[in-house]
């Protein structure tokens, strides 16, 4: 598979990016600083670029067949809007490339996981820290969500920097449901097992421990 990651760098996308390679994927990485990928593979394509920059995301998109994007912020401060924003120039990019599969990481307290946190997150640094972030990633959703994409929404719980296990709950159903801890490396490996299984197309799947 031809696969174009944003935002693969760092984080859950450096991590996909490694998997992807180590499944036999062919790697397109868009980053604004591709040298910060530390990784040399024949089946590794490095471009420099942003997802707001609508030319190099066309440059890049062009003969993939699907795409994962795992754009983030450092800090709480940073963003002005990047993820909608950005996505209103993907979503066109695939378009143009006749590109249908996206999956999309956002994270807890996106949509209908709001409240899914536990008390300290959902009543103290939701509000304090992350709520104009996530009002972005909600307009980010919702501009998914009204695309005619084959697409899938992922909202991995706290995420920490643990080991690949392949062993994680993936959750539609978020009834009584408290988000614990999740490594990037197992949202790195669900994401890579949807892209061929397809089972949460037009979900939003919650991964947690």
């Known amino acids: 598979m031809n696969l174009l990651i944003i ?4 984080g859950i996308g450096r991590e996909l990016a490694k998997q992807a390679l180590a499944s036999g994927h062919r790697v397109t990485a868009l980053a604004r600083h591709p040298e910060r990928l530390a990784i ?3 089946r590794l394509r490095k471009v420099q ?3 707001l920059d609508a030319q190099s995301l066309s440059s890049a998109m062009a003969g993939q067949n699907a795409v994962c994007c795992a754009i ?5 401060w940073e963003q002005s809007g990047v993820f909608s924003k950005g996505t209103e120039r993907l979503l066109a990019a695939m378009k143009a490339n006749a590109v249908r599969r996206l999956i999309c990481v956002t994270g807890i307290g996106a949509g209908n996981s709001r409240g899914h946190g536990g008390f ?6 939701f509000p304090l820290l992350l709520k104009s972030v ?7 959703e919702a501009l998914i969500r009204a695309s005619d994409l084959e697409w899938t929404i992922v909202r991995p719980g706290f995420l920490t920097n643990g080991a690949l296990t392949g062993s994680y709950r993936v959750l539609t159903d978020l009834s009584g449901v408290t988000a614990g801890r999740i490594s990037r490396a197992d949202v790195a490996h669900f994401m890579l097992q949807e892209l061929s299984a397809n089972r949460y197309l037009r979900q939003t799947p919650l991964l947690t421990y």
């Open 120 to 125: 300290l997150y959902d009543r103290v640094f």
């Open 49 to 51: 670029g942003d997802i």
């Open 7 to 10: 935002g693969a760098t760092r």
């Open 40 to 42: 040399e593979h024949e």
């Open 134 to 140: 996530y009002a972005d990633k909600d307009r980010q």
């Open 72 to 76: 983030g912020v450092k800090t709480p």
